[in-house]
């Protein structure tokens, strides 16, 4: 109840006061997850589902509407937002960082847009990687095994004089292919290799300046379903190799104007660089400043103000190409949040709002009113109501795909082409959550949440009339697919998340997540195809099950199982199903002694090989996740 969080309401409080879904992966979590990535430590979170896709991608998305691009999830790196205007979610595979390094993820499930505005539409993750005074000294990871082939880190970090620290590290990892769904070996494996820095200075007794910086460069097989002509014999499928690159810098000064009151300027400034559609680069900047005041006994206030401009370069071809090939998009943005102390220590009321103006339509109002009621120093309650909203990206304003083609009449061909809608409107969401925490006998925690979401505006794909083209050749048939906002729905369900410690030695944490989807079109709709995909693309039950175990003073052993339900329906043209299946690791800790650890890890125990995801319209080919194993070795010298 005493652990402090920031990503609800952009400042420190107690987990009790917080009238959302949180949950905390700790640093002690990461140190014993025995996971590798990001993705893995995030199975942890009951409610959130996580799929690895092939061997570099992920699909992770909070309660429902799960894809390579969950577009409604957004995510920050100590407050640097990941998220790409240009497809709408997150790549994952250019989310790499030493998870010694990471200092706590924290994710909320539900809604976050009155602090973090457009697309915290079904949750926030938020990454804090550790101060530089915490990383002093030199560490060394080596590690290999039969999926991560051989993996490394070199970390080193110190003070430049008494009011200044700093680390730098790089990172390398190369994994092996995983398996195609006819159980050959597939062409997905991947290697990267990034680096970074962090730099803390106290400038005066009052001002505090970070400044960070990463890189990343690596190369990714991926499948290709691709239309490279009119014909139905141009279309290619095949296996190819495709560089990606990138990186950031990031700085955030924070001035203490007394106890009570403080201000933190923020910006960023990122760039990426992919093969897949000949060459696609994104670039953002950002700039965030933020007031905090607790004016008199009852009243925490936070404020602030926000610009961000993303630009983006695709270089296309005929298979994928956006109209304009560049484009930049400005957002200006600003908010305010009043915590109120109803009954101190007792009853809290939280409302505010974000006024956010973006390209496509303009101005949106994103508020939200929460209440946490704390009737004794062990429970909690708390209620919420939000709107929050998805903002258009590129991909479905202005990008022009052909996707497929079919014999027509006469044996002219028929292209089937996808086109995006430069007027396609804001996806809305009204949220109704409500909670409950508590200890019990100091030996037992546990978090409830419920919730009610009721979307509009939602994203379909309409068929339009055929037309006639005659170039390229041979002369053609187009069959278009239009975007259009003419799906509603809703959806429901409960999330919990429990600690038990049983012994002084061993602990105990059970999650589960059950979820319904319900999708309607509009009467004057003809997708069909959609409202089933997004019913049917995440699980309707889901748990986990974590056991941690100190067997001696230098020996923990932990395992973890997860269980996912089936999935029934996959893709807008065709169904299929994914049989449930559930994922035991376990691994060994040994501190060997001094600084020197030793992890033996197994990963997908129960059975050789399962497959997890389906990605739409064959763009991306599902590989099958395989029994794997790993010995990691971890030297730290202060």
């Known amino acids: 109840m005493n652990v402090q969080v920031t990503s609800a309401s952009d400042k420190e409080q107690k987990l009790s006061r917080v009238a959302a879904a949180i949950f905390v992966i700790t640093e002690e979590d990461i140190r014993r997850s025995g996971a590798l990535n990001i993705p893995d430590l995030l199975r942890m979170v009951p409610g959130l589902d996580v799929a690895q896709m092939n061997g570099s991608t992920w699909a992770i998305s909070a309660r429902g509407f799960n ?125 990267l290799l990034s680096g970074g820095f962090r730099v803390d200075s106290a400038l005066t007794a009052r001002d505090q300046l970070t400044v960070e910086g990463t890189l990343h460069d690596g190369r990714e097989g991926q499948y290709e379903l691709a239309q490279r002509g009119v014909t139905p014999q141009a279309t290619l499928a095949a296996f190819e190799q495709v560089d990606f690159e990138g990186g950031g810098i990031q700085g955030a000064w924070n001035h203490t104007y007394s106890e009570r009151s403080d201000a933190t300027l923020q910006f960023s400034f990122s760039r990426y660089v992919n093969g897949t559609f000949e060459r696609e680069t994104d670039s953002a900047f950002n700039v965030d400043y933020k007031y905090h005041i607790a004016a008199g006994k009852k009243h925490d206030i936070v404020a602030g103000l926000g610009y961000s401009h993303t630009e983006d370069g695709i270089e296309g071809d005929f298979a994928v190409m956006f109209t304009p090939s560049h484009q930049g998009l400005a957002v200006f943005n600003a908010f305010v949040q009043d915590e109120i102390a109803l009954i101190p220590d007792r009853l809290y009321l939280t409302a505010g709002t974000k006024l956010e103006h973006e390209y496509y339509n303009g101005f949106e109002a994103l508020p939200s009113v929460r209440l946490a009621w704390e009737p004794s120093d062990h429970q909690m309650f708390w209620g919420a109501v939000s709107r929050a909203v998805r903002t258009p990206s590129r991909s479905d304003t202005d990008a022009v795909a052909n996707v497929d083609s079919f014999p027509g009449p006469g044996g002219m061909p028929v292209l089937v082409r996808y086109t995006g809608n430069p007027n396609f409107l804001d996806e809305t969401l009204i949220a109704y959550e409500a909670g409950y925490r508590a200890t019990f006998s100091g030996k037992l925690s546990l978090d409830l949440a419920l919730y009610f979401n009721d979307y509009d505006h939602l994203q379909t794909t309409e068929p339009g009339a055929l037309f006639f083209e005659a170039t390229p050749i041979p002369a053609h048939l187009v069959e278009p697919l239009n975007n259009e906002n003419l799906m509603h729905g809703k959806t429901a369900g409960i999330e919990a998340a429990a600690k038990w410690q049983l012994a002084k030695r061993w602990a105990l944490s059970p999650g589960y997540a059950i979820e319904q989807i319900q999708m309607r079109t509009y009467s004057v709709s003809k997708d069909l195809g959609t409202p089933l995909s997004l019913e049917h693309n995440a699980p309707h039950n889901s748990a986990q099950l974590r056991s941690h175990v100190d067997l001696a003073r230098a020996l923990a052993w932990d395992i973890s199982v997860y269980y996912v339900d089936r999935l029934n329906y996959q893709g807008e043209a065709s169904a299929s199903k994914i049989p449930s299946y559930t994922r035991l690791d376990t691994g060994l800790q040994w501190k060997i002694r001094g600084g020197l650890e030793m992890s033996a890890v197994g990963q997908n125990l129960l059975q050789g090989h399962h497959l997890e995801f389906l990605g739409s319209l064959g763009s991306v080919q599902s590989s099958e996740i395989k029994r794997s194993a790993y010995v990691k070795f971890v030297w730290t010298f202060r």
């Open 67 to 191: 894809g390579e691009y969950s577009n409604k999830l957004l995510v920050l790196v100590d407050g640097r937002v990941v998220y790409t205007p240009t497809f709408a979610g997150v790549f994952w595979d250019a989310q790499d960082m030493p998870l010694e390094m990471v200092k706590r993820i924290e994710v909320i499930r539900g809604p976050g847009g009155t602090i973090w505005g457009a697309n915290a539409v079904n949750g926030v993750i938020s990454i804090f990687t550790k101060k530089a005074r915490e990383t002093k000294g030199l560490l060394v990871e080596a590690g290999g095994g039969t999926t991560a082939q051989e993996f490394g880190t070199v970390r080193y970090g110190g003070a430049l004089n008494g009011a200044t620290e700093y680390r730098a590290y790089t990172k390398y990892f190369n994994d092996k292919p995983l398996l195609e769904e006819n159980g050959q070996s597939g062409a997905d494996g991947w290697h």
